[in-house]
């Protein structure tokens, strides 16, 4: 497998031959479906709450006499069959989280980048180091590259001040993951994937479990 190796100013400078073992493995969808489904689902905050009965304010005195007014017999007016009573069954807080492990992960982060390389999706970049923490510096390096205006993950390294906050404003066209952070999600989120030449080794130590 060899990707595009393009300089800072958008010029192809070579091919690099990527390691088989991560860029080459079998595209295994099912497993990147479910991966994406939990991931989704640990992003999703179980916070919606209706209060019961005994939750809602009000209702402790009784509406009316038991007997006598022809009306049915009611202990409080905050009962569910009632307006502005409490909620039978309502959604409670929970936790939707669904736990993986770490080698389903790490399996999943490589299929996720053998697709995007098969596809031709995925390419390193020379040196993204920045000189000033300017939005305009980093996007100039951006623009250059052969992405088409689709949204991209950059890879990195070392998440520095200066690029950290360069990068702050574009993050919903080009986001920027340290290769010890990046996950199976972030690729599948993003349609191209660029890799900082500095960052791959490290991703491969990370990928092939080689902590040397």
């Known amino acids: 497998m060899k990707v595009p190796l393009y300089t800072r100013e958008g010029k192809k400078k070579q091919e690099v031959v990527l390691n088989p073992d991560i860029f080459e493995v079998r595209v295994n969808r099912r497993l990147l479906e479910l991966v994406r489904n939990a991931y989704g689902a640990n992003l999703r905050k179980g916070?919606?709450?209706?209060?019961?009965?005994?939750?809602?304010?009000?209702?402790?005195?009784?509406?009316?006499?038991?007997?006598?007014?022809?009306?049915?017999?009611?202990?409080?007016?905050?009962?569910?069959?009632?307006?502005?009573?409490?909620?039978?069954?309502?959604?409670?807080?929970?936790?939707?989280?669904?736990?993986?492990?770490?080698?389903?992960?790490?399996?999943?982060?490589?299929?996720?980048?053998?697709?995007?390389?098969?596809?031709?999706?995925?390419?390193?970049?020379?040196?993204?180091?920045?000189?000033?923490?300017?939005?305009?510096?980093?996007?100039?390096?951006?623009?250059?590259?052969?992405?088409?205006?689709?949204?991209?993950?950059l890879i990195v390294s070392d998440l520095d001040t200066n690029l950290k906050r360069a990068s702050r404003n574009l993050q919903k066209w080009v986001e920027v993951k340290k290769a010890a952070d990046v996950s199976a999600y972030d690729i599948l989120q993003r349609s191209k994937v660029i890799i900082d030449e500095a960052a791959l080794g490290p991703l491969e130590k990370r990928l092939t479990g080689d902590r040397k």
């Open 47 to 153: 916070t919606a709450k209706t209060k019961t009965r005994g939750e809602v304010r009000g209702g402790g005195k009784k509406p009316w006499k038991q007997k006598g007014t022809g009306n049915a017999r009611h202990g409080s007016n905050r009962s569910p069959i009632w307006v502005g009573g409490g909620v039978v069954f309502g959604p409670r807080p929970r936790d939707y989280s669904v736990s993986l492990s770490k080698t389903v992960r790490t399996k999943a982060l490589q299929v996720a980048f053998a697709l995007r390389a098969r596809e031709k999706n995925l390419m390193l970049l020379e040196n993204i180091k920045l000189e000033t923490p300017k939005t305009k510096e980093f996007a100039g390096i951006v623009k250059v590259l052969p992405i088409q205006a689709k949204k991209a993950v």
